[in-house]
Every structure is written in C-alpha cells, then in structure tokens.
C-alpha cells in the first residue's frame, strides 16, 4: 500500500522538528512524489547530510512503500 502524502509530510516533521514540508504526487500513483522541505536544522549541513536527515525521517520507508522522492532541501531565509 502505497503512502499518503499526509504521512510523508508527518514523518518529515516528526523527525525534523519545525521543518515546513510540502509535498506534491508527480505521477497521480501514489508512489511518485516530490518534498520541499525548510529547515532551520540543516544550517551548517551539506545537502547530502540534508538529504540523509529526511531519510533518516522517513524511518527505512524509502525504496520500499515509498518508490521515488524528488528532493529539495534549503534552510530558512
């Protein structure tokens, strides 16, 4: 079963407190999606630890339930 984008938006703030996600279904599937996700938490982190903190976040569902994430990371202006 695929996820929800509501799920994938729960899992990112759980485990990156005070991040602003937003994500969009690029394929109508269920399994294709994009995430922007704001954080202050990435200040000072390359975007591959940026990248591995959401993955981190999404707790081993990546690959799995969850097919293909396009990902974008940025810290707060």
Known sequence: MP?????IED???SG???????IR?????GD??????????FR????VQQHQMVYDALK???GG???ALALQTSIPD
Do not use: Q, W
């Open 25 to 29: 279904d690029l394929a109508g599937d």
């Open 11 to 13: 899992m990112i703030k």
């Open 16 to 22: 990156i407190p005070g991040a602003k996600v937003v």
């Open 60 to 62: 081993g569902n990546m």
């Open 44 to 47: 000072g982190k390359t975007r």
């Open 65 to 67: 339930i969850l097919h």
């Open 32 to 41: 294709h999606y994009a995430a922007e996700v704001v954080a202050e938490a």
């Open 3 to 7: 996820m929800s984008p509501g799920d």
